[in-house]
């Protein structure tokens, strides 16, 4: 059956298919995320283990899910569903980190993985996940893995994206470490990757990502 065709049945089964080029919009979660990577948490570990996911994240994951075939592409798929990203987003960049090879590591930097995670990233997904009340250490190992490491890309993703207030300074933060960063060569090489695989699915491209025309404002105070 043609994706098309599946989507067809989808909404004859009652689910509403929006434009995919629409932003899915970040949510907010209660209390104060960590802001250094390697400060421990200071808030009660009562926060939310995903995103609510929006009917335009649905329709996204639906349309991805029925146009790609690829090794870990239900991964992905299941990864920007619970974190209410876009799929192709979240390929675009791992993509532009390793290509998607599991075991690329660089020994300058020490990233590791599909999503090149360094020592700093990986100490972030920890802290992120202790904060959200899962106690669990993200390792080398685990960034070595692709069944680990891209739902942990997905999660520090869509924490930059609440924190940054827009895709380009989340992708600068996921980067760099800081949403302010300047680096369009790295976002403008996602994008490109992003739509390279919307438009092998038959999909219209996503707009430029824009680059916001202030600082975005920090909505807690760094940790000490």
Not at 27 to 39: D, I, N
Not at 179 to 195: A, I, L, P, T
């Amino acid at each position: 059956m043609s994706w098309r065709r599946a989507a067809a049945a989808a909404l004859a089964g009652g689910l509403a298919f929006s434009n995919p080029c629409s932003p899915v919009a970040p949510t907010t979660r209660p209390g104060r995320p960590p802001h250094s990577q390697s400060a421990a948490p200071t808030v009660p570990a009562t926060q939310p283990a995903s995103a609510p996911a929006s009917r335009p994240a649905l329709d996204e994951a639906l349309l991805y899910r029925l146009t790609r075939r690829g090794a870990y592409d239900h991964i992905i798929a299941d990864a920007a569903l619970r974190w209410g990203l876009s799929p192709w987003l979240l390929h675009g960049l791992l993509w532009h980190e390793s290509k998607l090879v599991a075991g690329a590591e660089n020994e300058n930097t020490g990233a590791a993985g599909v999503a090149q995670l360094t020592a700093g990233g990986r100490a972030a997904v920890s802290n992120l996940r202790r904060w959200r009340g899962a106690p669990a250490t993200f390792t080398l190992a685990h960034a070595l893995d692709p069944r680990e490491a891209i739902p942990a890309a997905g999660e520090l993703l869509a924490h930059h994206l609440e924190l940054c207030g827009s895709t380009w300074g989340a992708l600068a933060a996921f980067n760099t470490g800081k949403c302010g960063r300047g680096v369009q060569g790295f976002v403008r090489s996602v994008e490109k990757h992003q739509n390279r695989f919307r438009l092998a699915a038959k999909l219209p491209p996503e707009p430029p990502i824009a680059r916001p025309a202030c600082r975005p404002v920090r909505r807690h105070p760094p940790e000490s």
